[in-house]
């Protein structure tokens, strides 16, 4: 049996996994950014596409200053990630819902890759591979931005404008007096039902 494998090597196969992540997460952008009718919604795509590309950089970058080979290794969790985001783009729905939906599966992508470099930049600095972990910082604090950028699109409109749309009929005088905060449940004597 082969020796039992030290954090160095798990570092090392984390790095892998995340360089394949961000290398399928480069055509998935593309691919939101394409299904977004919002227009700062699709910048917000496209910028963290660039982005992510200076990411893939910075990964061999990484491996360069830990003298192993640039390689990645399938990454099944954003696979998963992406394809269920996927399902969601074949769905029919109005532009708005759509939009939101396309910001469900972003920030779903995202959190994934907050947790990945957390950890990175936890074990280089665990390790003292500074040099690595001040590049994983810096991604990290990108991974964070784009988070907090999807976040603000969905809040400063797009989802009260999916909203809107789902109760178009005769729930909309509820929605004016609720303004942004609309009450659920008896005060619209419709105890949560809800229509499609
Ligand atoms: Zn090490
Ligand atoms: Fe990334
Ligand atoms: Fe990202």
Redesign the pocket.
């Known amino acids: 049996m082969a020796e039992a494998g030290t954090l160095h090597d798990a570092f090392i196969d984390e790095l892998r996994d995340t360089y394949d992540a961000?290398r399928q997460?480069t055509k998935a952008?593309a691919k939101l950014a394409k299904a977004a009718s919002s227009p700062p919604l699709r910048e917000a795509f496209e910028s963290?596409l660039t982005?992510?590309q200076g990411?893939i950089e910075r990964l061999e970058q990484v491996f360069v200053s830990l003298d192993e080979k640039v390689r990645g290794k399938h990454c099944d969790g954003i696979a998963g990630i992406i394809e269920e985001g996927k399902s969601i783009m074949e769905e029919d729905f109005d532009d708005d819902t759509m939009d939101a939906c396309l910001i469900a599966a972003g920030q779903r992508?995202?959190h994934y890759?907050m947790a990945a470099y957390g950890t990175l930049v936890a074990w280089a600095r665990a390790m003292g591979h500074s040099e690595a972990a001040d590049l994983l910082q810096e991604t990290l604090e990108?991974?964070k931005a784009?988070?907090e950028k999807l976040s603000s699109l969905a809040e400063g409109g797009i989802n009260q404008n999916a909203a809107e749309a789902t109760h178009s009929d005769e729930d909309e005088a509820a929605v004016a007096v609720g303004g942004g905060a609309r009450k659920k449940g008896p005060t619209n004597g419709k105890s949560g039902a809800r229509r499609r």
Do not use: G, M, V
Request: hydrophobic share 30%.
């Open positions: 961000e997460l952008l963290h982005e992510t990411q992508a995202e890759e990108e991974e784009a988070d």
